[in-house]
């Protein structure tokens, strides 16, 4: 059984910075591509990064892009998220998923496996 634990949210303010960490086990980590997702009350679940199994491939929706970074260390089977410029509207709880493949994948649906999330509250 795949288990994901997020950890790394928190309070900040308005263009300060956070580092989430979502460490996996119960499968080989480095064969399988991960993701960031993130939902605000009352909104949809929506993407935010995700990364290849091999690092080599990452993508971003345009509201992170420049200002969010997503990495992996496949000898400590954990993913990053680098927050940076954090704005209000960035304010959710923020999942790390992975799916039974090695590509990176955008939608919600096409991920199989979740972690419990960590709140990510910025402040103006």
């Known amino acids: 059984q795949v288990h994901l634990v997020e950890s790394g949210g928190g309070l900040v303010q308005a263009g300060g910075s956070l580092r989430l960490s979502c460490t996996a086990s119960?499968?080989?980590?480095?064969?399988?591509?991960m993701g960031w997702f993130r939902q605000a009350p009352g909104k949809e679940r929506e993407f935010v990064a995700a990364?290849?199994?091999?690092?080599?491939?990452?993508a971003y929706p345009d509201s992170v892009k420049g200002r969010f970074t997503i990495s992996r260390d496949n000898a400590k089977n954990t993913v990053y998220l680098q927050m940076n410029s954090l704005e209000p509207e960035d304010t959710a709880v923020y999942y790390c998923?992975?799916?039974?493949?090695?590509?990176?994948?955008?939608?919600?649906?096409?991920?199989?496996?979740w972690g419990q999330g960590t709140q990510v509250t910025v402040s103006s």
């Open positions: 990364i290849s199994a091999s690092g080599g491939s990452t």
């Open positions: 119960g499968r080989t980590f480095s064969i399988y591509a």
């Open positions: 998923a992975t799916h039974r493949g090695s590509t990176v994948r955008l939608g919600v649906r096409e991920y199989d496996y």
